[in-house]
């Protein structure tokens, strides 16, 4: 099967090489779908390099079938408006959201989509909180983070450990059946209430986590903690 990678990108200068050598490094069929969401650091440079020159740019040690595909949104518009554009550009079986930054391990990925490949899941999530090594970051995002995902368990009727991951991966037809709806960090909640919403089997499994602080780049702030329970409200209703 065909693996999509969906990058969404935004200022990632600093790790967008590293992150692509480490994708194309992990041996399956894949093919890299990066949507630059007007980035102003050099990251949308780069990708216009990247999708002249290909993954010889990278340097690295490509393995399997890789494909590289370079999307340039018009406006800065937010993670979900990226990702929204990606899986309508992305043509692999299995669908995955990979972020630009280091903070999740593409060695991790055969992990996340093995229930697929094995028939037994429709959707994976990747969860930080259930046995794998993970960097000991902000206690109040932990707390803010569990209560998202109890309040998104208790609308949607699912059990996850971790609504919030950036780790999901998809059947395909499965994001053909979505219209994703949320522009920013809501695409989460809102994905997870639709995945429930249309009954389809979903398995989580333990993933690594090498989160970053805000000094090293991190993006998510109270605003999108708000956003989220907003969006939690918002899809449930719809429910």
């Keep these: 099967m065909l693996v999509s990678l969906v990058i969404p990108v935004y200022n990632e200068i600093p790790t967008l090489a590293e992150i692509l050598r480490r994708c194309i490094a992990v041996d399956f069929p894949k093919e890299l779908v990066l949507v630059d969401d007007c980035s102003k650091d050099g990251s949308r440079e780069f990708l216009r390099q990247l999708s002249e020159q290909g993954l010889a740019l990278l340097g690295g040690n490509p393995t399997n079938r890789n494909e590289v595909r370079v999307l340039f949104q018009d406006k800065n518009q937010g993670k979900g408006a990226a990702l929204r554009r990606g899986f309508a550009e992305a043509t692999g079986d299995i669908i995955l959201v990979q972020d630009a930054d280091l903070e999740y391990d593409p060695r991790d990925i ?28 902000y206690y109040w995002h932990t707390v803010l983070n569990n209560l998202l995902t109890m309040l998104s368990n208790m609308t949607s009727g699912l059990n996850v450990t971790d609504m919030e991951t950036c780790y999901k991966a998809f059947r395909a037809e499965v994001l053909r059946s979505v219209h994703v709806e949320e522009d920013r ?3 989460e909640p809102e994905i997870t209430a639709k995945v429930a919403r249309g009954n389809w089997r979903v398995f989580e499994v333990p993933i690594s986590y090498h989160g970053r602080t805000y000094e090293e780049g991190k993006k998510i702030g109270w605003k999108d903690g708000v956003r989220a329970l907003y969006a939690i409200a918002k899809y449930s209703v719809k429910r």
């Design 185 to 187: 960090f809501g695409f």
């Design 110 to 137: 055969p992990r996340v989509i093995q229930p697929i490949l094995d028939g037994d899941a429709d959707v994976v999530f990747g969860s930080r909180f259930i046995g794998s090594p993970r960097r000991v970051l």
